[in-house]
DNA sequence: ACCGCCGGGTGCC
DNA sequence: ACCGCCGGGTGCC
């Protein structure tokens, strides 16, 4: 997303780090690239033209929806049509019918859609010349290996396609761009956002910190957006009615606002504390929140006396909303409490409710009540469907914290999310694209963007024609965010004034040398992992063993950090002779990938894998997920990163006495590490200087982290350690006892790279030291900013590890304009083969 | 629908 | 006329 590596400088970057070609393509995992080379969503993105007709739809008298000219049209099939049951229905964007198409051309189409040969988009061009029919262009869409089907299909029925050209289109004849135009204007797509003509807005008394000059901004926008009726983006007044410019409909009815957006603000500059100030500042008729207060302390009892209530002769329905429901990941829960505790001033009397724990209040009355009801993504899901309080309440606002975490439209928390009935609709996110524009959807649903809310007219109208490059579609992209998104970043400037003032940040590489022994074992582990990779590559079976190339990657990793990191080493799946041998392989590889404590991603949820399963082709998911991909292909399941068929029944787990092993790592035997000694370098340095100097020491292996408390303890550092094991509680402990000041607080904390998440508070520390390269982009800057952020006064010291491995360096020099490929050219470069 | 199609009325010019 | 032609009734799927 960034061109951080220049940012930076970090062009030398030369650790066995297969993953460092991300860098330059967004933040992709190697198993979404992976997978997306293999198994081609049936979605807008891999679609073809395969050409367009003239058809004829008909019946008009009989329905109610219009179309205007040039405004585009739905197809929908109708099996359960009593007069036809080949019947095409046709329907305007929001979603009234229109017609039919006719009864021949409807065979016709019947039989290209039932069998997902094609999708057929409408575009209605000539006006109406009667009320009883009229023509409407077909297009007919889908993947190159159908198009002669499709053609065929319709020749029978005496239909021909016209597939020369893109005459008559419709708005998006596709004029395309290069594809860097497109990447460019795709990561410029956030930038630029901060031009406010709000102006600046107070926040409500009872927040009792003062808003920095950009939080003031970004309360006017959140306030004006809630408030005003401004048309939505696209929209604009014709005479009497209401025309959408891309899909040229037309309404007598105001369209429905869009009352939030996303704050897409970078980390730090404080979507939080706007947050809160918004809810306590804009309630309803933008007045404050009518909040309890007691009388200060100096005054006589602590009475409490009601300040606002209105009762004013407004609709009813719009003021019985009063509660704002917040979502956000079980990792930044606690920050949301602090950060409530620390704005709103102590007398004020704000009625917040954490809907978290199996003892959480399900009561919806006493939820709609509340001034603010927190939870988070995993609880909202987990309720939903199972008579959800949360999707019986009509809010008067959600909020999204972290809103990126709900990209995947299928996952339950999508739906639970979406689910949701408010007034308002907010989403903070620092990225709110992490991979592809794909990733918007969701958000644009939540907001009830009409008509984008509807997947086809958005993959119709936005993210095919973004996809294939069309100049028209991105132009249109980026009207869309402009409308909905306010973005700033550390470094925006506002009236030549930087947006907010943060200490310097140093960056530095620190190569470190391996002994002779290390390396010895390190050229022992490449040779032998080449050897099997070559052996993929001749059989072609690379992307079938992909759990195995990972996990050679993984184990060259490994031995850069430390030679006890390394798992045993597993044999060829083939070589298993009986069921229990493979299944004790099978285990023995899941542990692999999972038990160094990297996080390894799902590539059905795209998150970190929960509740892990492998499948007899080796590939690791989360249990729900696989489930739910064999249930819904039933017979012919198949595993989607290599298409092997997969069953229920052979997903393979952790045997249950396997789940808390884990102290192998005890001190007796315990060695150093050419890493271990540079890091106990640096610290024991910094202790000499200021012994009140506290420090962050990352990696993405935890077993790693517990290799380096050894040496912590014998040097006498005192230190907390933060992984995605702990507790929420236990979390929230450690986090406050390494932030505080006392003398006797640790001043080293060993966190796993995924553990906290986002939005974790650390800015007690000013050192931060990453032992290993994270294979995201993202995910490092982070980690750095977990303490590089609001509230930081020291400078900040940042330093990363890295092995010198020469040889590895010149794998990534070139960028490769085709991610999908250059992935196995890279493992191919990488073992030198 | 200022169409097509149906079916009844009608029938040299 | 077992036709053609006329003109009224009618009309999505």
Request: glycine residues 6%.
């Amino acid at each position: 997303m960034f061109s951080r590596r220049w940012r930076f400088g970090w062009d030398r970057y030369s650790e066995v780090d297969l993953f460092t070609d991300r860098h330059e393509t967004n933040t992709e995992s190697l198993s979404q690239a992976i997978r997306a080379a293999v198994s081609e969503e049936p979605d807008a993105d891999g679609s073809v033209l395969f050409g367009q007709m003239q058809g004829t739809v008909v019946g008009l008298r009989y329905y109610t929806g219009v179309v205007n000219q040039g405004e585009m049209v739905a197809l929908v099939r109708q099996p359960q049509n009593p007069y036809d049951r080949n019947a095409v229905m046709v329907a305007n964007v929001y979603g009234s019918q229109v017609g039919h198409i006719k009864r021949e051309l409807a065979a016709a189409m019947a039989h290209v859609m039932d069998n997902n040969l094609a999708k057929v988009e409408g575009v209605v061009h000539s006006r109406t010349k009667n009320q009883f029919t009229m023509p409407v262009m077909l297009s007919f869409w889908g993947k190159e290996e159908n198009k002669d089907a499709v053609i065929q299909g319709l020749a029978r029925h005496g239909y021909k396609l016209n597939t020369d050209g893109n005459k008559g289109a419709g708005p998006h004849t596709h004029t395309h761009t290069r594809t860097h135009t497109l990447k460019n204007a795709f990561d410029n797509l956030f930038e630029g956002l901060m031009e406010s003509k709000e102006g600046e807005k107070e926040a409500a008394e009872a927040v009792s910190t003062p808003l920095l000059p950009h939080q003031k901004q970004a309360l006017s926008w959140m306030c004006a957006c809630e408030n005003k009726s401004e048309l939505p983006p696209f929209w604009e007044k014709r005479g009497e009615l209401y025309y959408n410019r891309l899909t040229c409909f037309s309404a007598k009815e105001v369209p429905e606002r869009v009352r939030g957006g996303i704050l897409a603000d970078d980390m730090g500059l404080g979507k939080t504390l706007t947050t809160i100030a918004l809810i306590l500042t804009n309630f309803h008729k933008g007045k404050p929140l009518p909040v309890e207060k007691c009388v200060s302390a100096s005054e006589v009892m602590c009475g409490v006396m009601c300040v606002c209530v209105e009762t004013s002769s407004l609709s009813a329905e719009d003021l019985s909303a009063r509660a704002t429901l917040i979502i956000c990941p079980l990792s930044v829960l606690s920050n949301w409490l602090d950060q409530f505790e620390q704005h709103v001033r102590p007398n004020v009397k704000l009625n917040l409710y954490l809907y978290y724990g199996s003892e959480r209040n399900r009561s919806k009355k006493f939820l709609s009540s509340q001034d603010v009801v927190l939870t988070t993504y995993n609880v909202l899901s987990a309720d939903f469907g199972n008579k959800s309080p949360l999707h019986g309440i009509n809010w008067l606002r959600v909020v999204l914290d972290e809103g990126h975490v709900v990209r995947n439209p299928n996952t339950q928390m999508s739906k639970a999310v979406l689910d949701l009935k408010a007034q308002r609709r907010w989403i903070l996110s620092g990225t709110p694209i992490q991979n592809s524009v794909k990733d918007l959807w969701v958000l644009l649903a939540f907001l009830r963007l009409k008509p984008f809310d509807v997947k086809d007219w958005w993959n119709r109208v936005i993210q095919r024609p973004v996809t294939q490059g069309d100049r028209v579609g991105i132009q249109n992209l980026q009207t869309l965010v402009k409308c909905i998104t306010l973005r700033r970043t550390k470094t925006s400037e506002v009236n030549g004034r930087p947006l907010v003032s943060l200490p310097e940040k140093v960056v530095c590489v620190e190569q470190v040398k391996l002994t002779q022994e290390e390396r010895e074992q390190y050229e022992l582990a490449r040779t032998e992992g080449r050897n099997t990779i070559r052996r993929y590559m001749a059989e072609g079976t690379v992307l079938r063993n992909y759990a195995d190339v990972l996990a050679i990657l993984m184990r060259l990793r490994q031995l850069c950090c430390h030679p006890d990191l390394l798992a045993k080493i597993s044999s060829d799946l083939a070589a298993a002779a009986t069921p229990a041998e493979l299944r004790e392989r099978l285990i023995e590889k899941l542990r692999l990938v999972l038990a160094s404590g990297s996080d390894e991603e799902c590539s059905v949820c795209l998150d970190s894998v929960r509740l892990p399963v492998i499948t007899h082709c080796a590939h690791v998911y989360c249990r729900p997920c696989i489930a739910q991909v064999i249930s819904t292909e039933k017979e012919m399941a198949r595993c989607p990163l290599c298409r092997s068929e997969i069953k229920t029944n052979e997903l393979v787990e952790f045997p249950p006495e396997e789940m808390e092993e884990e102290d192998s790592a005890n001190s007796q035997n315990w060695r150093s590490s050419s890493k271990v000694d540079a890091l106990m370098g640096n610290l024991r340095r910094l202790q000499f200087e200021d012994r009140s100097i506290k420090s962050l020491v990352v990696s993405q292996f935890t077993r790693f982290l517990t290799i380096l408390e050894t040496p912590l303890r014998e040097h006498g550092f005192s230190f907390v350690r933060l992984d995605g094991t702990m507790s929420q509680k236990k979390r929230a402990q450690v986090i406050q006892e390494f932030q505080s000041s006392a003398p006797d607080s640790p001043v080293i904390m060993l966190l796993s790279l995924k553990a906290g998440g986002v939005g974790l508070n650390l800015t007690a520390a000013s050192h931060v030291f990453l032992m290993d390269p994270a294979w995201n982009p993202a995910a490092e800057e982070q980690c750095i900013d977990r303490c590089h952020r609001l509230g930081q006064t020291k400078k900040i010291f940042y330093v990363v590890f890295l092995q010198k491995q020469d040889l590895f360096e010149k794998a990534f020099g070139s960028k490769n304009a085709d991610k999908k490929t250059s992935r196995i050219d890279d493992i191919k470069a990488l073992m030198e083969l």
